[in-house]
């Protein structure tokens, strides 16, 4: 499909053995881009708190000089950032993705806010039910989710793709990101179709 594929991991549920697995299997597939993320609470269990992100960078940072790893191409890793100071070992990543974000406003304030060199990347998350915005403002709390926005989605369920490809030409617009990450949830079809006629 002439995609380029990156591999999401998190730190939650790995120790240092799964992980150069992981860097292993992913070279054998030709995988070479890695988003590293924390991960959420697991709902059972614990963490086991063996790798953290920026450990997780190390090490893919010191596969280059791994003979095991002699003919890759060379892995990237990616981070993610909230709309907040970002720590100085995340400005050393690849690239980085923000956090989803309804506001364009917000997004260009937190641009202005930091100095990167690398592509950075605006999170688009369509909106697919009024249900959905209630349960990320309940989980993610410096998510701000636009109230006219939930009562759009609840009168018309396809009101959150239109949003959602405005947002994504208003950032293109402003020239301030690399592109955008963007989560289509059930809606990609739409978003395709949409997206198409307008760009």
């Known amino acids: 499909m002439g995609a380029r594929s990156i591999a999401c991991l998190n730190s939650r549920d790995r120790n240092l053995l799964g992980f150069q697995r992981d860097l292993l299997t992913a070279a054998a597939y030709g ?4 988003l590293f993320v924390h991960g959420d609470k697991p709902s059972a269990g614990g963490r086991t708190s063996e790798l953290t992100v920026r450990a997780m960078i190390e090490q893919t940072r010191a596969a280059a000089e791994d003979p095991a790893f002699r003919g890759c191409d060379p892995f990237r890793a990616g981070v993610t950032s909230g709309l907040r100071p970002l720590p100085g070992w995340k ?13 364009l406003e917000g997004l260009l304030r937190w641009r202005d806010s ?18 959905m915005a209630r349960n990320l403002a309940a989980k993610i709390p ?11 989605v609840e009168r018309d369920r396809d009101a959150g793709v239109a949003a959602a490809c405005e947002q994504i030409l208003a950032i293109r617009d402003s020239g301030a990101f690399d ?3 963007l989560v289509p949830v059930s809606r990609y079809r ?5 997206l198409e006629r307008e760009l």
Do not use: C, K, N, T
């Open 31 to 34: 995988v070479e881009r890695f």
């Open 91 to 103: 400005s050393a990543a690849d690239f980085v993705f923000v956090q989803v974000s309804y506001s």
């Open 114 to 131: 930091v100095s990167l060199s690398v592509p950075v990347y605006a999170g688009v998350m369509v909106l697919a039910s009024a249900g």
């Open 142 to 152: 410096d998510i701000d989710i636009p109230e006219q926005l939930v009562a759009d």
């Open 179 to 181: 592109g955008v990450h």
């Open 190 to 194: 739409q978003v395709a179709a949409l």
